[in-house]
Structure formats: structure tokens, C-alpha cells
């Protein structure tokens, strides 16, 4: 298991959640701000992807930068409440996978390999790399 992957934290729904839990699974980590113009822009073709791979690669958000209400505003606004969302109100996980600035992808592999993407990823990028993560 990736060493990233050892923390824990809140939904932005107040729910206990575990980075363990996804271990040895295909996971995309979507990290974004509830006011970045660019998470915006693209929550729509994350949201699709989300529901196109469901039950092969499991789509986490990782929202920092502002406050819980913020964020369930934007989740439910950008209708990217089909799956979960974490309150990374102190940034640390944000921090353990290197991210800096939003939006950026961790994408991980059930192997533990972790590929860390930090820019806006169109749709056709976004589409090849998550299928890429349903094959492995």
C-alpha cells in the first residue's frame, strides 16, 4: 500500500473515512477548490467519467482551501455528488501527495503505483488515463 494512502479524514458530509480503505484498488484522487474556476470548468467530465467507470475505479474529491459549507455547495451545484467528496481543511492530504495548486489528480493504481498529475486534464486525457486504471 502507498504510503500517501495512510490517513484519515472527514467527508465533506462529516463521515469517518480512511485512505486505507482504497487500498489495492484502482483510484482516482481529484483534488479541487470550491471557488477555482478551473475545478468548475471541468467537475462536469470528472462527474461523467466517475459514472462511466463506476464498480472499476473508484473517484474520490479532495477539496481544500475553503470551509464544509463551501464545499457542499460546489458538490451539490456541479452535481458531482456521485461519489465521495473529503473536507481537506488542513491541506495534509493535499501535502502527502504533493499537491499545490488545484485542480490535480493522484491516480493509483491497485498495485500502489501513484501517478500524480498536477494541471487540468481534458476529456479525452482524463477518459484514457482512468481507462488506462480499469485495465489494470
Not at 475545478?39 to 467530465?45: F, S, V, Y
Not at 464544509?68 to 458538490?75: D, E, G, L, S, W
Not at 499537491?99 to 493522484?106: G, I, K, L, M, S
Amino acid at each position: 500500500m502507498p504510503e500517501q494512502l495512510k490517513f484519515t479524514a472527514k467527508t465533506v458530509d462529516g463521515q469517518n473515512f480512511t485512505g486505507e480503505s482504497l487500498a489495492g484498488k484502482a483510484v482516482v484522487l481529484w483534488f479541487w477548490a470550491p471557488w477555482c474556476p478551473k475545478c468548475r470548468a471541468e467537475a462536469g467530465r470528472v462527474a461523467t467519467t466517475a459514472q462511466a467507470n463506476s464498480g472499476k475505479v473508484t473517484f474520490v474529491g479532495v477539496a481544500a482551501q475553503d470551509q464544509v459549507p463551501a464545499m457542499k455547495k460546489f458538490v451539490t451545484d456541479y452535481q458531482v455528488g456521485g461519489f465521495q467528496h473529503l473536507a481537506d481543511l488542513d491541506a495534509a492530504i493535499w501535502t502527502r501527495f504533493g499537491v499545490t495548486q488545484q485542480p490535480a489528480y493522484a491516480f493509483i493504481s491497485p498495485d500502489g503505483k501513484v501517478d500524480v498529475v498536477k494541471q487540468q486534464l481534458s476529456e479525452s486525457a482524463l477518459t484514457e488515463r482512468v481507462g488506462a486504471l480499469a485495465r489494470a
